[in-house]
């Protein structure tokens, strides 16, 4: 961090999670109202460690929330302040929407109700998981192109308590989408390479479904590795930022309590930049309406 970053945010109120990703930062009050400075040290923060958490939060509400996520960046839609059921991506490894012409670079996750018997949520680092892949492993991934589909990423997060029929229909209406993605991709703003996978990956471009499920588990193993993961265990009035091109996210388990829920902003992305330029290709569209929260 910069001496500008330092100064503003003293190291005594930032709090390592682990060695490779994740930091909780101490004694800020997020609003609207932060000084510009405020938030771009929260924005270098969140470059250094791909995932940041606020406790204490609860003086946020749905308003308010959207307001201060403006301050970060260019709100999406149909994604804007919809409800974010974890229980829809319970122990699967994914990028918030891995297809379609952008991804959103940056999620603001807040909790509303925490069930008692909820769980933890997973957060694993994009660059470390590709930094441990053995050199052979490497050249492999860094030519290689995935094909996502939105019907698998959908059809594991089409849930009651995320969106009723309607809801989906509405967002997703009779059009499949598929993307052709580099599985690494360059950070913008960093230049780290990034190892990109998620459940919505169908096959490798130019690989059968068996040896691409194949390579996709080994590929995915250093991204649930416990050394690139950080966790973090809910609690009401907590906020979470992250980067979603950094990072994926995994929620541990199902909370059987259907009340409890989040609410999530997401920031306008970018499309994702392979090692050799090629941007990714979208093969068809949805077309996107605003989604309503439930």
Known sequence: MSNMTDNIIPRADIVKSTARLGAEIKNIRLSDELSDEMVRAISKLLLEHKVIFFRDQGHLEDSEQHRFALRLGSLLTPMDMTPDHRSGHADQVHTDVSFGDECPKISVLRGVVIPADDRDTA??????????????????????????????DCTLTRH????????????????????????????????????????????????ERYASKKLFERLQSYLA????????????????????????????????????????????????????GPRSVARSKPKLQTAKAA
């Open 123 to 152: 957060w694993s680092s994009a660059a470390a998981a590709y930094l441990d892949l053995p050199e052979p492993l490497r050249m492999l991934a860094d030519n290689l192109w995935a094909v996502h589909c939105s019907t698998y």
């Open 160 to 207: 009651s308590a995320e969106m009723d029929a309607k809801q989906f229909g509405d967002v997703f209406t009779g059009t499949i989408c598929e993307d052709a993605r580099p599985v690494v991709r360059v950070h913008p703003e960093t230049g780290e390479r990034l190892l990109v996978l998620g459940e919505s990956v169908r096959n490798f471009v130019g690989l």
């Open 225 to 276: 590795s416990p050394e690139n993961s950080v966790r973090w265990s809910w609690k009401p009035g907590d906020v979470v930022i992250w980067d979603n091109r950094a990072t994926q996210r995994c929620a541990i388990g199902k909370s059987s309590d259907r009340d409890g829920g989040e609410r999530r902003s997401a920031i306008d992305g970018d499309v994702p930049l392979s090692i050799a």
